[in-house]
């Protein structure tokens, strides 16, 4: 059974920084891209950043290009979101998830996802 765990989230002034961690059990890690998405409270799920099988390349979206940076660590099953200068619009539950392509903005191409964990900016 594959399993995405999330963890690192929680309640923080603008400016601040948090990392985000998923651990991966129930599959080849390596065999997948991790992708991060974010449901703000409201609005639809939106990508926020992916990271290749051997995390050679990652892509973000615009709204946190040069503040987040993704990662992953293979021999851990284990990928990361750092998200730094946190403002009030990155609030939002995040999610991991793991793709079989070789990295996909499109979350229809994710074939498992956890649970999600909170991110609370405030002013």
């Known amino acids: 059974q594959v399993q995405l765990v999330e963890s690192g989230g929680g309640l923080v002034q603008a400016g601040d920084s948090l990392r985000l961690s998923c651990a991966a059990s129930?599959?080849?890690?390596?065999?997948?891209?991790m992708g991060w998405f974010r449901r703000a409270p409201g609005k639809e799920r939106e990508f926020v950043a992916t990271?290749?099988?051997?995390?050679?390349?990652?892509v973000f979206a615009d709204s946190v290009k040069g503040r987040f940076t993704a990662s992953r660590d293979n021999r851990r099953n284990a990928a990361f979101l750092q998200m730094n200068s946190l403002k009030p619009e990155d609030t939002a539950v995040y999610y991991c998830?793991?793709?079989?392509?070789?990295?996909?903005?499109?979350?229809?191409?994710?074939?498992?996802w956890g649970q999600g964990t909170q991110v609370t900016v405030s002013s």
């Open positions: 129930g599959l080849t890690f390596e065999n997948y891209a």
């Open positions: 990271i290749t099988r051997t995390g050679g390349t990652t």
């Open positions: 998830a793991a793709s079989p392509a070789f990295w996909s903005m499109n979350s229809n191409q994710y074939d498992y």
